[in-house]
T-cell receptor
Framework: AQKVTQAQTEISVVEKEDVTLDCVYE???????LFWYKQPPSGELVFLIR??????QNEISGRYSWNFQKSTSSFNFTITASQVVDSAVYFC?????????????FGSGTRLLVRP | NAGVTQTPKFQVLKTGQSMTLQCAQD?????MSWYRQDPGMGLRLIHY???????DQGEVPNGYNVSRSTTEDFPLRLLSAAPSQTSVYFC????????????FGPGTRLTVL
């Protein structure tokens, strides 16, 4: 089975707090890609990061960082010093290999609310 | 580049009506897809196309038709709208398919009464 689980339905933090969004995936493919997308209140989907299964290096981009661990099938996303503008729904997605390589399998999303 | 465009932005239909959601991209991408987003369920793939003239079903294809006569356009047709098709619809495109970033249109919010 190929699946993405985002167990945190909603998270509420106060501005400047750090927050981690969890993502656990399932696939039997050895080659696959993982993505994070942001959906702000305006509704569009904004691409944040792509990671392939052979690259386990952590990624940092400004206040955003990603921790990819194949051993636990997790691809977690941390926002440091959160801001109100970070309030959005965040989706983790899997692009499996083989015959399913054309599609994205999405988790159900985590709604992040950053309060002033 | 306009990227991926979708029309209309909002639509209200009555049960049984048909309509076409339009999607176009100007990035010369081969792969295009339609997803629907329902509360608490993330996005699910409806149909996809790997090039002009080639389409196939995704996870939730029932009640929808697609065609791809050009690289740029990938319309989604609702044959006989049902309340269960109330959703937000996203069109996406990607250059080559596997591992490439999918770029999404702004979405169409559809309500079926």
């Amino acid at each position: 089975a190929q699946k993405v689980t985002q167990a945190q339905t909603e998270i509420s933090v106060v501005e400047k707090e750090d927050v981690t969004l969890d993502c656990v995936y399932e696939t039997r493919d050895t080659t696959y890609y993982l993505f994070w997308y942001k959906q702000p209140p305006s509704g569009e989907l904004v691409f944040l990061i792509r990671r392939n299964s052979f690259d386990e290096q952590n990624e940092i981009s400004g206040r955003y960082s990603w921790n990819f661990q194949k051993s636990t099938s997790s691809f977690n996303f941390t926002i440091t010093a959160s801001q109100v503008v970070d309030s959005a729904v965040y989706f983790c997605a899997l692009s499996p290999g083989g015959d399913s390589s054309y599609k994205l399998i999405f988790g159900s999303g985590t709604r992040l609310l950053v309060r002033p | 580049n306009a990227g991926v465009t979708q029309t209309p932005k909002f639509q209200v239909l009555k049960t049984g009506q048909s309509m076409t959601l339009q999607c176009a991209q100007d990035m010369n991408h081969e792969y295009m897809s339609w997803y629907r987003q329902d509360p608490g369920m993330g996005l699910r793939l409806i149909h996809y196309s790997v090039g002009a003239g080639i389409t196939d079903q995704g996870e939730v294809p029932n009640g929808y038709n697609v065609s791809r006569s050009t690289t740029e356009d990938f319309p989604l047709r609702l044959l006989s709208a049902a309340p269960s098709q109330t959703s937000v619809y996203f069109c996406a495109s990607t250059r080559t398919g596997f591992g490439d970033t999918q770029y999404f249109g702004p979405g169409t919010r559809l309500t079926v009464l």
